[in-house]
């Protein structure tokens, strides 16, 4: 069965056909073989993710790095990180308590605290 359909444009100028069947293309032989050729599932496995790694860019680089890693090497490096640990909780008390001293807000204090880190990368002391 075959069917016209035909479309006028704007001024009657253009114009498209459509000659064709509306039924399906494939019968048959090669239907059977194509649904054959199909996979009846399909695995997927779980992406491959890379583990984050909280590592200093600036690692090596500063200042007082040199120190920092002769120190870290001497010392160990899990007596070096609860030494680490106790220094930026005592400089963030520091930093809190100065900005109480001078009135300034949580996010003012978070700021402060933002920026001794960035400064601490910098300089080395978190090689």
């Given at each position: ?24 293309s494939m019968t ?23 583990r984050p790694m ?27 990180n609860q030494i ?44």
């Open positions: 069965m075959a069917t016209s359909i035909s479309a006028i444009g704007f001024k009657g100028s253009l114009c498209s056909s459509f000659h064709g069947s509306w039924g399906t048959g032989e090669d239907y059977a073989m194509l649904a054959k050729s199909v996979p009846n599932h399909v695995r997927v496995g779980k992406p491959v993710r890379a909280m590592k200093n860019v600036n690692e090596g680089k500063g200042l007082f790095a040199p120190i920092v890693v002769v120190t870290r090497n001497i010392i160990g490096k899990k007596r070096f680490r640990g106790k220094a930026i909780a005592v400089h963030s008390q520091v930093i809190t308590e100065f900005c109480k001293s001078i009135g300034a807000d949580q996010k003012q204090r978070q700021g402060l605290i933002r920026l001794a880190k960035k400064n601490g990368e910098l300089l080395g002391f978190l090689a």
